[in-house]
């Protein structure tokens, strides 16, 4: 059963652009919503993460924004760059048990 | 700071083998879970060990075992392979209980045939 369901599977935005992805889960027990970016051969990389008692939170260019009553989070990518295409991976987990991932998206910024 | 380390990268396995994969976390770093990642099913995960002692398991058949170290170091073992098990398995440290930061290696990619 995902307990994150993450969408879309994948994205094509254009340089300059904004890239928006989006996670939905179902525990209210989740206290930790991180975001990774994977790049080919490499392993998933921490990008941004938020805990539920802010509704947003900033840095650089990546932009999460959570929606306690909605069970929703989403990440936003401003000023898309080429060198943003990887596959991103949002998660949940309570405190002391395992991540929960979503199935990614791939996204492909053109020039 | 050494990043997590995983050997071997990459290893081509026959169907009914084992195999054992090895993890060396961040120094400091007391907790290693380990996740399987596929096309068809993303990340999931194996388990988690802290301090030697497993805390943490997935949903995975018994023939996924593994075990840490007293120096944190972890290794996992996957026994009578099958077709199925073909992924990339990551290894991921963090400084104390799983729900913070986790720090993924590059991952061992494993093939069985």
């Known amino acids: 059963q995902q307990q994150v369901k993450q969408s879309p599977q994948s994205l094509i935005v254009q340089k300059g652009g904004i890239s928006i992805i989006n996670c939905a889960y179902e525990?209210?027990?989740?206290?930790?919503f991180p975001w990774y970016q994977q790049f080919p051969g490499k392993g998933p990389a921490l990008l941004i993460a938020?805990?539920?008692?802010?509704s947003e939170k900033k840095e650089g260019r990546f932009t999460i924004s959570f929606n306690k009553s909605a069970k929703q989070f989403s990440l936003h990518i401003m000023d898309s760059q080429p060198g943003d295409s990887a596959t991103y991976f949002c998660?949940?987990?309570?405190?002391?048990?395992?991540?929960?991932f979503g199935k990614g998206t791939s996204l492909l910024v053109t020039p | 700071k050494a990043g997590v380390t995983q050997t071997p990268r990459y290893l081509i396995k026959t169907r009914g083998q084992q195999v054992t994969l090895s993890c060396s976390p961040i120094s400091g770093h007391r907790s290693v879970s380990w996740y399987q990642q596929t096309p068809g099913q993303g990340l999931q995960f194996l388990f988690e060990y802290f301090s030697e002692t497993q805390r943490n398991k997935g949903n995975f058949p018994g023939r996924f075992s593994g075990r840490q170290f007293s120096n944190s170091r972890s290794e996992m073992n996957v026994s009578t392979l099958e077709l199925g098990d073909s992924a990339l398995y990551l290894c991921?440290?963090?400084?104390?209980?799983?729900?913070?930061?986790?720090?993924f290696g590059e991952g061992s990619w494993l093939t069985v045939v």
């Open positions: 991921a440290s963090s400084p104390e209980v799983l729900g913070n930061t986790i720090y």
């Open positions: 938020i805990r539920p008692d802010v």
């Open positions: 998660a949940a987990s309570i405190t002391g048990y395992a991540l929960n």
């Open positions: 525990n209210t027990a989740f206290d930790y």
